[in-house]
């Protein structure tokens, strides 16, 4: 039954990366638009978004596994990447629904769901990843 749950988290990581890539693009974009620090600034959240994304996709592998590091590693990506979008965008109301909850439920579904395959993995199978 674990192999399900950390499948269904994998993919919601992978779901969350491709999300980010078009931020990414998205943000590159405005930065285009912009000269001088505003634009420099775009550009670096605009890589750091990609790189967040990249990261959650290559490492969803791992998690249809149940792997405890991928776990770990797309935890702490996928937070660095959508806890400044809630501090900075989401609460202050400069996001509009839908946007402001699709990467945050995915993200917070992804970790619950590989959280849980973790924790019913069986110790046997810990040796298998």
Known sequence: MYR??????????FLWGLLHLGAALSVFSLGSEQSGIVQGRLYQDASFLFFFAILAMI??????????????INAIGTSAGDLPFLFFLVLPGLVPP???FLGPLLWVSAIALSVTAYLLKPKSAALET
Not at 4 to 13: K, M, N, Q, V
Not at 60 to 66: E, F, P, V
């Open 98 to 100: 839908p946007a402001n």
């Open 4 to 13: 399900y749950w950390a499948r269904i988290g994998a993919l919601l990581f």
């Open 59 to 72: 490492t969803a592998y791992w998690n249809a596994k149940a792997s405890k590091s991928a776990l770990w």
